[in-house]
């Protein structure tokens, strides 16, 4: 089956400091990713839409220039996190569909990110 | 916008007990997925309707999708502790975009 891996696991860091997350495809290409935000005992939101060789898509109320999303190969999207505060502390996940795969969405392991 | 709404948000069951939760939205959605997600990992698809008043099983699991493709529910048969996890309800809307239900919570108690 489609597998999407998504490094690190988790991630501790100083408030004022950046983070990027890493969001790949193993065994298909991807020319849209999507980034959720998650907050305990909370559902999944979506942040943004990660395009291939182009500018990401933000849902309303994200922050463009906090989140900076990078979709530069088809089997590699980057989230970073910039001038982290502990507001921001969040597990975030990334998804893909693979092609032939319809609606379905498959999933990274997630990012558990603690803003010190 | 499209919405979906989950119900209960949080269940709490003996394990033998039976369940069923409920995704509902006003809108009319082309497929509905389900997925069940542990703590810190990722949601695992498991599995999505396609066709009004479709019924899929997948061992003690039932879904269920709504004639009109509004509505969709999950029945648990003699839930066990390791059916305990979050499950989400998912719908792709405008923009080819997933949204999610709020979730449901369950908790089998032993």
């Known amino acids: 089956g489609a597998v999407v891996s998504q490094h690190p696991s988790w991630v501790i860091c100083k408030s004022g400091t950046s983070v990027k997350i890493e969001c790949r495809s193993l065994?298909?290409?991807?020319?849209?990713m999507f980034w959720y935000r998650q907050f305990p005992k909370q559902s999944l939101m979506l942040m943004a839409t990660s395009n291939e060789g182009s500018k990401a898509t933000y849902e309303q109320g994200v922050e463009k220039d906090k989140f900076l999303i990078n979709h530069a190969s088809l089997t590699l999207s980057t989230l970073t996190v910039t001038s982290a505060h502990p507001e921001d502390s969040s597990f975030y996940i990334c998804?893909?569909?693979?092609?032939?795969?319809?609606?379905?969405?498959?999933f990274g392991s997630g990012t558990q990110l603690s803003v010190l | 916008t499209q919405l979906l709404e989950q119900s209960p948000q949080f269940l709490s069951i003996q394990e033998g007990e039976n369940l069923t939760v409920y995704c509902n939205s006003s809108?009319?959605?082309?497929?509905l997925q389900w997925y069940r997600q542990e703590p810190g990992e990722g949601p695992v698809l498991l599995v999505t309707?396609?066709?009004?008043?479709e019924v899929k099983k997948l061992k003690r699991l039932t879904f269920q999708f709504g004639d009109a493709r509004k509505d969709s529910s999950l029945h648990i048969t003699a839930a066990q502790p390791g059916d305990t996890g979050l499950y989400l309800c998912a719908g792709v809307g405008g923009g080819f975009k997933t949204i999610f239900g709020a979730g449901t919570r369950l908790f089998v108690k032993a």
């Open positions: 065994d298909f290409q991807a020319t849209t």
């Open positions: 998804s893909a569909r693979p092609p032939g795969s319809g609606e379905k969405l498959f």
């Open positions: 309707v396609v066709t009004g008043g």
């Open positions: 809108s009319v959605f082309s497929s």
